[in-house]
């Protein structure tokens, strides 16, 4: 069965530090992978996605930026983390028309 | 642009009820639809989906129906437990034949016991 794989779970960062968030998935191949960010009490902002490897698309401007180096790892970085970063982080993949995402990333940048 | 919006952000019940969560959409060409549950803390999880050549579809204890006429979508839980308080949203894929789903705001559901 497939499965995905989300960390770090929770993290604190301070303003201008970087970010990592990576994500993975397995028991698929060539899987349409997603990032998306929820703010608190809010929905859900698609914010890049791929079709496959080095194939990224931005759905926004933002200070942040998104890598596929694997068929099934999708990283979501920035070089300077702003207050306005903060929020939980889904990675999600796609089958069938249907999303299957990760348990999420939360990040609260100070 | 296309949007996916709900008609109301809070829904309390109490335990036992049945619930009604209702979402609108725009895009008259949308062909697919998707409800998903997301509790607290957690990612979205998929409910129940239905496709624009139906009216209705039956899960266990919930029931989705599509009237196009209105473009709109309602998500039927009977029998509301403690366990089902979530935010719940609808999706629907972004025009231009993607399958990129369009997240509505979402309702959040509490069920009081």
């Known amino acids: 069965s497939q499965t995905i794989h989300q960390w770090p779970a929770t993290l604190v960062q301070p303003v201008g530090s ?37 194939q990224i698309s931005s759905e926004v401007p933002q200070n942040l930026s998104a890598s596929r180096p694997q ?7 920035s070089k300077k983390l702003l ?16 999303l299957f995402f990760g348990e999420g990333s939360r990040l609260t940048v100070l | 642009g296309e ?8 829904l309390s019940v109490q335990e ?14 949308s062909d697919y639809f998707i409800w998903y ?10 409910i129940i989906d239905i496709r624009s050549n139906m009216d209705k579809r039956q899960g266990q204890r919930v029931t989705v129906l599509l009237n196009k006429t209105v473009k709109h979508l309602s998500l039927q839980i009977a029998a509301t437990q403690p366990g089902d308080s979530a935010v719940y949203f609808c999706a629907e894929p972004r025009s231009g ?17």
Do not use: M
Not at chain 1, 26 to 43: D, I
């Open chain 2, 97 to 113: 034949g993607s399958y990129i789903p369009t997240f509505g705001r979402g309702t959040s559901l509490i069920v009081h016991p």
């Open chain 1, 71 to 77: 068929d099934r790892q999708f990283i979501l970085s």
């Open chain 2, 3 to 10: 949007s996916v919006g709900l008609h109301l952000p809070t």
């Open chain 2, 16 to 29: 036992g009820d049945n619930s009604i969560i209702n979402c609108a959409y725009s895009n008259s060409a």
């Open chain 1, 18 to 54: 970087p970010l990592s968030l990576e994500c993975t998935v397995e028991g698929t191949s060539n899987p349409n992978l997603y990032w998306y960010r929820q703010a608190a009490g809010r929905g859900l902002q698609l914010l890049f996605y791929s079709v496959g490897i080095g």
């Open chain 1, 83 to 98: 207050l306005s970063d903060s929020g939980f982080y889904l990675c999600a993949w796609s089958g069938t028309g249907r």
């Open chain 2, 37 to 46: 549950k997301q509790e607290s803390g957690k990612g979205p999880q998929f």
